[in-house]
């Protein structure tokens, strides 16, 4: 990101604070910032790093209260946290600070000359006596592609009558461009993949982008992430077009599941469901068959058995008692058995429930359940049936899932 723009936001929506701190920024780019501003703790920051070590909040505090000018100022996150860790109210300094969060990341990377382990990783844990330095600044901390990035502590937030947070981009609302279906040709963002993050991440660094059409998951219209990206685009001078994806699952069930309906349940059609058309809309009912949502379902697991990722989408079904929720996934599961060989596996903390489904059958016998009731024997012969490709829906307990032995 050009500093420019960095520098017109302070200008502009940061007047009338004192000291603005610089949180999510390189600290090539406050440095850079320090020629125009005067960087109350310049001392910290050596070779373009943060120098955790030669953070002091009594320097800190010094230089606030010599810093009697009406010009605003400006210092890093990690010595406001230290400042904010040794005063509870920040009020005393008879400041008004403002908080500058880059929010076009939820995780930043190490700005330190500190290399700090993956929070979640056993070099962690064998660095407990160590991890006090940058265990006093950040809360988290994950290795991605051999890049660290970092979630700062927040323990100024409550201190609210001297302290403001700014967003740099606002999230504000907007209407996507239209409704689309058919995305062979969009570029699908989506906050759970990390698609979102390559681009704000492309978008923040060249502040251009190359594609100039994307589409977002209904349910994900409303997402800060989303909202961000867009105004982005438009401070950043880049027109782009959004769309809504609108998953269509009024479609018509292939043949082979009216089949597998006949010789497992004995039934020669499928049954209408009563569910909303589109909850983000309205409440308007429509009726839809368990063959359109049963066909729904296997469309998007034959999208990631061939690795197409960018048509993948999730189907969730929520719907009362008696409406036939087993069958649309127990139909589906045997036609992805039956035809590519795939495993499906149901979680179901009810015991009686997993016994009842697979009992019920009836004209399919490659069902198991797995769960604390069966002996050791007994659970080693269920895994190996799946191994061999003779079990192909596989009931599982929470606890067992998460067990080695249904890993391994």
């Not at 990690?78 to 005393?92: G, Q, V, W």
């Not at 907007?174 to 906050?191: E, G, H």
């Not at 359940?369 to 079990?391: P, R």
Request: aromatic share 8%; hydrophobic share 40%.
């Amino acid at each position: 990101m050009t500093i420019d723009f960095i520098r017109n936001k302070i200008e502009n929506d940061c007047r009338g604070y004192d000291i603005v701190v610089l949180k999510g920024f390189s600290p090539s780019l406050i440095e850079g910032l320090g020629e125009q501003y005067p960087l109350l703790d310049d001392y910290v920051i050596k070779n373009g790093k943060i120098q955790l070590e030669n953070i002091n909040e009594n320097r800190l505090m010094l230089s606030i209260n010599l810093n009697t000018s009406d010009n605003l100022s400006l210092c890093t996150v990690e010595s406001f946290i230290k400042l904010s860790t040794h005063f509870a109210d920040l009020s005393i300094f008879r400041k008004k600070f403002c908080v500058l969060e880059n929010n076009m990341f939820e995780l930043y990377p190490n700005p330190t000359n500190t290399d700090i382990p993956d929070f979640d990783s056993s070099e962690f844990e064998d660095t407990e006596n160590e991890s006090s330095l940058f265990s006093a600044f950040y809360s988290f901390c994950v290795n991605e592609d051999n890049v660290q990035r970092v979630q700062y502590i927040d323990n100024y937030s409550d201190s609210k009558s001297c302290i403001d947070i700014m967003d740099l981009i606002p999230a504000k609302p907007f209407q996507p461009d239209c409704i689309i279906s058919d995305i062979d040709n969009v570029k699908i963002l989506s906050t759970k993949d990390g698609s979102l993050d390559a681009v704000l991440d492309d978008l923040y660094t060249s502040m251009t982008i190359s594609d100039t059409e994307f589409a977002v998951e209904a349910e994900e219209i409303e997402e800060e992430g989303i909202k961000v990206f867009v105004e982005a685009t438009k401070l950043f001078g880049c027109p782009i077009q959004l769309h809504k994806i609108s998953r269509n699952i009024c479609v018509q069930p292939r043949l082979e599941l009216y089949d597998l309906l006949k010789s497992v349940w004995g039934y020669d059609s499928f049954r209408m469901l009563k569910m909303y058309n589109d909850l983000s809309v309205n409440h308007d009912i429509v009726e839809i068959s368990q063959g359109s949502i049963i066909e729904t379902v296997v469309q998007q697991a034959e999208h990631a058995y061939r690795g197409e990722k960018n048509k993948v989408g999730n189907v969730l079904l929520t719907s009362p008692t008696g409406a036939g929720k087993s069958l649309l996934f127990q139909l589906a599961a045997i036609y992805l058995a039956e035809k590519y060989g795939l495993l499906t596996i149901i979680i179901s903390p009810l015991v009686a429930l997993m016994n009842d489904q697979v009992e019920g059958l009836t004209g399919y016998d490659a069902a198991a359940t797995l769960n604390s009731n069966k002996t050791a024997a007994e659970k080693e012969s269920i895994l190996e049936g799946v191994l061999k490709g003779k079990i192909n829906l596989l009931y599982l307990s929470p606890e067992l899932l998460l067990s080695y032995i249904a890993v391994h």
